[in-house]
Every structure is written in C-alpha cells, then in structure tokens.
C-alpha cells in the first residue's frame, strides 16, 4: 500500500512548517492540557508524547479531546500493541526510536501517520523500500549529527530526515538550514524542571525562542 496519504493529508507539511517537534515526556496526566496550551502560544503547536511513562496515552486522550490546536502523536512507540493504544487515544501520528516492521505495516495499511528512525544506509533503505519518505534519524548527536544527516542526503536524494537526540537551543539553526531535515525533534523547551511547580510560563518562553528560531530560517 502507498503512503501517499502521509502528503495528501497534510501531515509532512504540518511537521514541516511547525519546524521543532517538542518531545514530551509527562508523568501527570493534569500537566497534558496546559503543555498542549503552552506549546501552541509558543508557537509550536506539536507534542510528540513519548511511550516512557504509564500516562502517556491518557495524556495524549487529554490533548487529543481538549486542545484542538496542537497536533499530538506518540513518541517512543517501540511496537504494534503501544501503536494501536496511542491511535485509540487519539494521536495524529506515530513515531519509533528505531522500526517495529510489523508496526510501519498497520500504519500504512490503516493510513496512520508514521515517522520510524533509521540511521544506516541498511535501515534507512528499508523504510524507502517500504515507500517512506521521512525517517527520524536518532540518536542525532551519536549517529554523526548533522554531516551524517548531510552524508546520507547525498546518497538517498529526496529522503528527509527529523533528527532527535543532542539537539539543542544551540545548533538548532544549524539542522534547520539543512534541506534534507524536514523539523528537528528536541526536549530542551520540555525538560520536566521547567514546568514541576505547574507553571508552564517557562516552556511557553521556550517554545516561542525555538519557534523564532523557525521563522528566521524558514518565513
């Protein structure tokens, strides 16, 4: 089956324009709908709720129901059973720390949105072959950051890739500037210190740098 519903849907363009995709990670499910609020206000209006923790798909069902603004996913999905709880939860998207193949199968076949990672050339011609057009590359800053990213773009014309892992406020700019990097997932205007007293002032702020951020690279 094709995954061209992935671009007519508007999914890649919405990943593409929001630029940096927070990754999210919430212990609470009372702390999902104010994250979901703050993130849009700063001009980030995506969460990539990662499977690490026993919320997780309630906070999706939170964002999903209550925040009508912010596209929500699942992140740190490592197989079928994990996938299929957060898309019952209502996430927009899937996304893997590697690929589960039995998983990128029932996201195509039900036309859910994917991103799994792949970092080799071995991996990375998998998911082409299984007609993906984006991967997350992951961990970024292990795998060779951004001149692996550049190195692999070279071979695999017109794969795009969204780097997670040692991104930061720092060479942000950096993976932005690159055409074959479609957004850049990261966690640094999420940190679970920022917002542990309730107030989501801080990642508000945060977002809104990283989203300036966007904008100068990207109008």
């Known amino acids: 089956m094709s995954t061209e519903y992935m671009k007519q849907n508007g999914f890649y363009e919405q990943v593409e324009k929001t630029g940096v995709v ?11 709908v104010p994250m979901a609020n703050a993130l849009v206000a700063g001009g980030l209006p995506a969460a990539e709720v990662t499977f690490r923790t026993a919320a997780a798909a309630d906070c999706i069902r939170e964002m999903a129901e209550k925040c009508p603004d912010i596209l929500v996913g699942a992140g740190t999905v ?3 059973d994990q996938c299929k709880r957060a898309v019952d939860a209502g996430a927009k998207f899937i996304v893997s720390p590697g690929y589960d193949m039995a998983t990128v199968d029932w996201c195509i076949e039900h036309e859910v949105n994917i991103i799994p990672a792949a970092v080799t050339p071995t991996e990375i ?3 082409i072959n299984r007609d993906l057009d984006v991967t997350k590359f992951f961990p970024a800053n292990l795998y060779g950051g951004l001149a692996g990213i550049k190195a692999l773009a070279s071979v695999f014309v017109g794969h795009r890739f969204m780097p997670t892992g040692g991104v930061n ?3 942000v700019r950096d993976f932005l500037s690159c055409d074959a990097i479609i957004a850049a997932g990261g966690t640094w205007m999420v940190k679970p210190n ?15 740098e990283a989203a300036a951020a966007v904008r100068e690279l990207r109008g």
Request: aromatic share 6%; net charge negative; no cysteine.
């Open 22 to 32: 927070p990754v999210v990670v919430l212990e609470k499910v009372e702390d999902a």
């Open 78 to 80: 490592v197989n079928l």
């Open 125 to 127: 011609m998998a998911m």
């Open 169 to 171: 406020t720092d060479n």
């Open 194 to 208: 920022l917002f542990a007293d309730g107030d989501f002032s801080r990642v508000e702020a945060i977002a809104a």
